[in-house]
């Protein structure tokens, strides 16, 4: 599982470019698995990636094209995946999305995360075995409608609170 210290992420989207060019052989951002969210309102960039959930609402494919890997990722067959959208429709985070009629999802890097070892700040990590699955049930209401981009920004908006709150604190100290 990919985690984050999202104290350290400067927003440099270096993961986001390395993941691209891994997966794609191209350089940009738009294909990237792991997506960096920018609130400016609090000065706060986090990176969006699929935490594994215990609920595994991508899996609820219609077409049976996802399955969950030895890894714990995600994994679509792209023979059965008729880009119906159901997994990003799912996916209460905006983790997976299609683009360019296929659904980008972190699927590890086959163990070896290209996004990890991009970050110059250790503000990501890999965990082999990450122990308990994170439950995504809450960000699960009312998520059906919205973009990926939508509810990446108000999954990042709700984890980066806490940290939010503690520099206020920390501020006023």
Same mark, same amino acid.
């Given at each position: 599982?990919?985690?984050?210290?999202?104290?350290? $992420?400067?927003? $440099?989207?270096?993961?986001?470019?390395?993941?691209?060019?891994?997966?794609?052989?191209?350089?940009?951002?738009?294909?990237?698995?792991?997506?960096?969210?920018?609130?400016?309102? @609090?000065?706060?960039?986090?990176?969006?990636?699929?935490?594994?959930?215990?609920?595994?609402?991508?899996?609820? $494919?219609?077409?049976?094209?996802?399955?969950?890997?030895? @890894?714990?990722?995600?994994?679509?067959?792209?023979?059965?995946?008729?880009?119906?959208?159901?997994?990003?429709?799912?996916?209460?985070?905006?983790?997976?999305?299609?683009?360019?009629?296929?659904?980008?999802?972190?699927?590890?890097?086959?163990?070896?995360?290209? $996004?990890?070892?991009?970050?110059?700040?250790?503000?990501?990590?890999?965990?082999?075995?990450?122990?308990?699955?994170?439950?995504?049930?809450?960000?699960?209401?009312?998520?059906?409608?919205?973009?990926?981009?939508?509810?990446?920004?108000?999954?990042?908006?709700?984890?980066?609170?806490? @940290?939010?709150?503690?520099?206020?604190?920390?501020?006023?100290?």
């Amino acid at each position: 599982m990919i985690t984050l210290e999202i104290e350290k $992420c400067s927003g $440099c989207s270096r993961c986001e470019v390395n993941c691209t060019f891994f997966h794609s052989g191209r350089i940009g951002r738009s294909a990237a698995r792991i997506k960096v969210v920018k609130i400016e309102a @609090l000065g706060i960039d986090y990176p969006v990636v699929c935490q594994q959930c215990r609920e595994r609402y991508c899996t609820r $494919c219609p077409e049976n094209a996802i399955e969950i890997g030895a @890894l714990g990722q995600v994994i679509v067959s792209p023979t059965l995946c008729t880009a119906c959208g159901t997994c990003e429709t799912m996916c209460p985070i905006g983790a997976i999305e299609l683009f360019e009629e296929i659904p980008r999802v972190c699927d590890l890097c086959g163990g070896d995360p290209r $996004c990890v070892k991009a970050c110059t700040l250790d503000a990501i990590h890999y965990e082999a075995d990450a122990g308990d699955k994170v439950s995504l049930k809450g960000f699960k209401k009312d998520s059906r409608n919205l973009a990926p981009e939508e509810k990446r920004h108000r999954y990042a908006l709700a984890s980066a609170k806490e @940290l939010r709150d503690q520099w206020v604190v920390e501020r006023r100290g």
